[in-house]
């Protein structure tokens, strides 16, 4: 019987289809990315061991020599494998530093090209497309190694001719290091003798290549198999992967989690709309293990139809997004998606489970249901005591947030790895704690801020008030959904900007100049060149030059005036501290010369007098800095020329287009050009702006996780407000007999949706600042000294997308409400 019953129309089941979906879509989203990432650290590792198969090393060859290739048995071909980089110039600013790819023999494999032709002679070379992009070069055309970057050691420039294009392989596509093709005919150019101790082999048809290993192992060689060369360069590039993996996992449970709560939640909604149904069915004779497999078969269908959309739709999505960046030109090339078992396959499983586990709280209400009883349900009881589990919440949370305070003083004693150990487990425990009092904090909550509400929304906000704490279960189980959401977001907002600006702040103590350019001399016109460069803000002429301070080594000196400390500094209260004889230096370089602050050294200067040079510590600093005069009095005519440069803003209109390597390069490059290829150019600034990536792209994955939960959270609200409508139908037609309009109900709606978004929201920003400035505290206090900053913009938009939420979730309950007929909705009948 159980098979023919009907229990809800699909229709009813739209909610926990796009729960479902999203959540199944998240895993395979974070399942494609792990994919993409594992193809393209692979594909890195394979390609440098193409067409071998057996790997040769000799680590007792003479450094700079050119060793004659090792005896391999039943070797076919036997090459050098270059592991090296080569810097190609095209003219025009363009210059390339690419990754040298080892080819076999022709005879072995030969190279796959898109246009014309390999390399035939040692003037003749083989770009991969993402090289030949990156130079704007083509067939026939000619590039350059500079003098100082050949490898041959003779002079002047070596002029090449682009012979042919190869296709770019997935890990050049992925974002790796565009490809040069080394071959026997160029490799004494593109390589250096004896650069590489290790040999690639091709063996005969036939030959085990285990076999041939044992062999040359014998000879006191050091032999692999191609593929277990492959596989150890595999796991060790991905070792350093670990920690994201594990941020990928946490991603997954929360999303998961919040999922839970809301297909929870839409069930209990679905149940509730059919309640007379089940009431039905029971009056009929079902059994309750009949109703039970009713709920549960339509769970596991929900769940298998949700999870194979939300799969297949990230799948296409993720093809989407590649597409996209390979035509803007983000990536080189149009990727395939991996499509594997594992992405297909753990979604859908993940989301049926999810769902049926989800379920269960539903099934054990319907199968509760009393033939007669559930005509007319009783509205729920009030538990206005706290109880065990309100006493078990505050005992969770006080514990956890004590050892969260705990993890950062164990980590300002230099114990990080125990610290973050410990508030991990305070996170969860208090976390956890939080959830499970949620039902006891959502009727004072709500109470409150709709009291706040009322003052503003009138009789409407006061009912919405009212309604939101009736049943603080089912409120609480939508504030949950909103709360993980929130606190996820929130958390890693202000982790992410407070960790940018503690390091950033770090960075600006000890290398406050982006880039400072040294050597024994500058052309005349090095300034101008410099300033003229794209990117640079300013740049500005100094000196440097050593002293000895008793110490092992001499202590450089840099002089600077105070308008070039507050003009190409990030430091421009180190001004205050520059005084004739006085130098300022940071600590960990106090150290390293036996100095301390306010000690007074005897210098001997160039006029052969002993000048007093007075310490200043200044935190970190990790130059020594001092007036122009004092430079002079203690160097004299052995100090050198150098340049301070200042960097543009990154995003004003001279930064565009020009990332701070760039910047460094095209300095470089014009050194070079006007004849001080052996300058020294600092890139403090590449530092300062790759921690600032970092933090970027986290930020990135924090808004997209930001629009999931937005979207979950916007399916639990109007669960929540679809079944107080569905259990207040006799008050909502009273209310309309009573005179209330449409547009109030609609508006009450409105207020109840915006109040349990708000005291979600609310609740997640509060505690997700907690967790994300302890937690920062945790990992870096101990280290840097912590700049807490709180990232207002991005918490407004959270607030503001919660609230947006909850209000669109009321648009079709409460049209539902307003429809309701001052008669017809006292005895309302199941559609």
Known sequence: MSRRIRLTPPRRHLAALITVGLASGFVAIMLIAANLMTTSLSAGVEQRYAGADVVVSDEDQDAGSAPAAPDVPHARAVWPQSDGYTQLDAGSGRTAFLQQQSDPPHEVEPLELASGHDARSAHEVV???????????????????????????????????????????????LGGTPVVHVNSHNRDVLAAPGATSTWLAALEPGADPDQVVSALQEDSLTALTAQQAIDDG???????????????????????????????????????????????????????????????????????????????????????????????????????????????LVPVVIGVALTVLAGFGPVRAAVRVAPLQALRPAPPALDRRLGARGILSLTAVALGLLA????????????????????????????????????????????????????????????????????????????????????????????????????????????????????EKLPDDALSAVSEVPGVAHASETEHGDVEVGADEPMTLYAATPAQIREDSHRPDLADSLEDGTVVLGEERAETFGVHDGQVLQIDGADGASHELRVKVDSNLQMSIVSPSTLTALVGKDAQPALFVAFAEKGSAAREGQDAMGIVSGVQDVLAEHGAPDAQVDAAGVEREMYGQILTVLLGITLALLAVAVLVALVGVANTLSLGVIERTGENALLRALGTTRGQMRAMLAWEGLLLALVGAAVGIVLGSVYGVLGIATILGGQFPLQVTIPWGQIALVLGLALAAGLLASVLPGRRAARTAPAQALASADE
């Open 234 to 344: 595999v796991s060790q590039v991905m070792q350093g992967f670990g920690a994201l993996a594990m941020v990928f996992v946490v991603f997954v449970v929360i999303a998961l989690v919040t999922s839970a709560v809301v297909v929870a939640n839409t069930f209990a909604v679905t149940l509730a709309q059919r309640t007379r149904a089940l009431a039905l069915l029971r009056t009929l004779g079902a059994t309750r293990r009949q109703v039970a497999r009713t709920v549960l078969r339509e769970s596991v269908l929900v769940g298998l139809l949700g999870a194979v959309i939300g799969t297949l739709g990230a799948h296409l999505l993720a093809q989407a997004l590649l597409a996209a960046a390979a035509g803007v030109g983000l990536l080189d090339g149009l990727l395939v998606v991996p499509v594997t078992p594992l992405s297909l």
């Open 404 to 519: 969260l305070v705990g993890a950062v003083a164990v980590s300002f004693t230099g114990s990080v790895g125990l610290g973050v150990a410990i508030g991990l487990l305070g996170g969860v425990v208090s976390f956890a704690g939080l959830l499970v009092g949620l039902v006891v904090l959502t009727r004072p909550l709500t109470r409150f801020v709709g009291a706040l509400v009322a003052r503003i929304g009138g009789l409407p906000a006061r009912i919405a008030g009212a309604n939101t704490s009736r049943n603080p279960r089912r409120s609480a189980a939508t504030v949950a959904a909103l709360l993980i959401g929130t606190t996820l977001m929130t958390m890693m907002a202000v982790g992410a900007r407070t960790t940018e600006s503690t390091l950033t702040t770090e960075l600006d103590s000890r290398k406050p100049i982006d880039s400072v350019v040294t050597a």
């Open 127 to 173: 770009l991969d497309q993402a090289a030949a992009e990156q130079l704007g070069v083509g067939v026939g055309q000619k590039v350059e190694i500079p003098a100082e970057a050949r490898t041959d050691g003779k002079p002047g420039d070596l002029e090449l001719t682009v012979s042919g294009i190869s296709a770019s392989g997935t890990a050049t596509a």
